[in-house]
Antibody, heavy 120, light 111 residues
């Protein structure tokens, strides 16, 4: 059974940093590219970042480019999102999801998410 | 404002059909056959309903179908059931520039 467990969220003030983690199990982590997505309270889904299996290809949404850094540790079956210079509009539930199909935008598996609240 | 445009709401009575549109550009929806649709019930994680425009993952009822014409993709739910009431989001691959885009979501109400 595929399991994705996100952690690291919390309440932080604007401008600070936070690091999210996602531990994957139930599939061969090293064979799948990974993504972070988010959903602000009461709002829609937003793709945040993508990382290929060997970390050679990385993409970010315009809204986080230059502030967030995605990384992975294949030895630990783990995905990370380093978030710097957090803003109020970064408040959201963050999900990790593997690319299990062609096309980069089809996500069969989602974790339970971790809530990041940015507020003074 | 979301990159892909969806109507904020849609509705239908049980047994009826409803179609939700998702409009993008030639750089995303119109340029690739990589449109996906997600269903999300309150408090739950999204569920993949359609991928690659019209393909259904295993376990998704064939009442759900997808199509695309030009820069607009559509999700049709036939034979509406009460449990279909949820938010629906479209998504498209958008090339290496924008990568993955989502629509703003459509709240489907079963009357």
């Amino acid at each position: 059974e595929v399991q994705l467990v996100e952690s690291g969220g919390g309440l932080v003030q604007p401008g600070v940093s936070l690091r999210l983690s996602c531990v994957a199990s139930g599939f061969t982590f090293t064979s799948y590219s990974m993504n972070w997505l988010r959903q602000a309270p009461g709002k829609g889904l937003e793709w945040v970042s993508y990382i290929s299996t060997d970390s050679s290809d990385i993409y970010y949404s315009d809204s986080v480019k230059g502030r967030f850094t995605i990384s992975r540790d294949n030895a630990k079956n783990s995905l990370y999102l380093q978030m710097n210079s957090l803003r109020d509009d970064d408040t959201a539930v963050f999900y990790c999801a593997p690319n299990t199909r062609d096309g980069y935008n089809s996500f069969d598996y989602w974790g339970q998410g971790t809530l990041v609240t940015v507020s003074s | 404002q979301s990159a892909l445009t969806q109507p904020p709401s849609a509705s239908g009575s049980p047994g009826q059909s409803v179609t939700i549109s998702c409009t993008g550009t030639s750089s995303d929806v119109g340029g690739y056959n990589y449109v996906s649709w997600y269903q999300q019930h309150p408090g739950k994680a999204p569920k993949l309903m359609i991928y690659e425009v019209s393909e259904r993952p295993s376990g998704v009822p064939d009442r759900f179908s997808g199509s695309k014409s030009g820069n607009t993709a559509s999700l049709t739910v036939s034979g509406l059931q009460a449990e279909d009431e949820a938010d629906y989001y479209c998504s498209s691959y958008a090339g290496s520039n924008k990568f993955v885009l989502f629509g703003g979501g459509t709240k489907l109400t079963v009357l």
